[in-house]
């Protein structure tokens, strides 16, 4: 049976795509079923309060870069989106006098936006650099803040981007879930020539390294109403985003899940996908069920219900 075509974008692979049965089944899963998923590799975390939650997600940045030192550097490849644990870093490290200079410990941007066919400055407003800097970075005592030369985002030289990832140690891989079921922009590809009959292969999709990529429809609108107050045009539709390849070197990947980037659906598919090792690139977020250490962390009064509710 060839598989059905999106209802969120036809001419493009994505979860609406997935054999009914796994859809019913994500859309069945409490929270008892949810904690039950945890598997060798695979864990689940919850947290009752958004401190509790954001506070965890900035201990993550601390405890990595601890690791470095001069000699051997340690780095973090780090989201936006979410955002609200980077005033938090910045806050911990000051109070506990990390010296992240001295240390040479590195930081990794995830994404940045193209328009135009170069990489967004961060004079534009949703430039990841920016608020990166402007939410964590520029608020670290200048003693204690990195060298410019230990922080990057995938703006330029994209294969030396690449190639830092064999001389630092990733020890930690941190993002949210976007609404496409990704981390970073590994978006689902187009359903056109060699992929219009089935999406690439996990094997495939997994060799994909730094790159600039179109985006699906669904992360431009996701991102304009979480980014944009729902301005579309604002929203690029294309960007430079760190790849499965530079993924798999990390020793800890770390999805954080507030409950307001994806849906209550969403947050659950891509757990049952991992835990039972459904991968599938139109899910991307699946394919982490090959890596060896991957952590769902959710913020349990968030997780709603796979309900039909009119509003």
């Known amino acids: ?30 929270e008892k079923k949810l904690r039950g998923l945890t598997r060798p590799g695979f864990t689940i975390h919850f947290y009752e309060t958004v401190e509790e939650f954001f506070t965890a997600e900035a201990l993550e940045y601390i405890e990595a870069w601890k690791q470095s ?3 051997n550097p340690v780095g973090v ?46 004079e534009h407003p949703l430039s990841f650099d920016r608020c990166v800097n ?17 922080i990057s985002f995938p703006t330029r030289d994209l294969k030396a981007f690449s190639d830092s990832f064999n001389n630092i140690r990733c020890a930690l891989m941190q993002g949210g879930q976007g609404e ?33 990529v179109t985006l699906h429809p669904v992360t431009i609108t996701q991102n304009a109403r979480t980014s944009g107050g729902g301005n579309v045009a ?11 390849r530079e993924t798999w ?17 969403g947050i659950r598919l891509t757990a049952l996908m ?10 991307p977020m699946s394919l982490l069920a090959d890596h060896p250490n991957v952590h769902f962390h959710y913020l349990r009064p968030n997780l709603g219900s796979v309900v039909t509710e009119m509003h």
């Open 274 to 283: 991992i835990s039972k090792g459904l991968a599938d690139s139109s899910v």
């Open 249 to 265: 070197k990390a020793d800890k990947v770390s999805i954080w899940h507030p409950g307001w980037h994806d849906n209550p659906f």
């Open 180 to 212: 496409i079921k990704h981390w970073a922009f590994n978006d689902p590809v187009k359903r056109t020539e060699k992929y219009r009959h089935a999406p690439p292969s996990p094997e495939e999709y997994r060799k994909l390294g730094t790159r600039e």
């Open 69 to 71: 030192t001069p000699d």
């Open 1 to 30: 049976m060839p598989r059905p075509l999106s209802k969120l974008a036809p001419e493009w692979w994505d979860y609406t795509t997935l054999d009914a049965e796994i859809l019913d089944d994500a859309a069945h899963i409490n």
């Open 77 to 122: 490849c780090g989201p936006v989106g979410p955002t609200e644990q980077l005033p938090l870093v910045a806050r911990i490290v000051n109070a506990i006098g990390l010296n992240l200079k001295k240390l040479g410990a590195y930081y990794w941007g995830m994404d940045e936006w193209i328009l135009d066919g170069k990489p967004v400055t961060r």
């Open 134 to 150: 402007a939410m964590c970075f520029s608020r670290i005592e200048k003693s204690l803040r990195p060298h410019v030369e230990q």
């Open 234 to 244: 604002l929203v690029p539709t294309r960007a430079t985003t760190v790849g499965p």
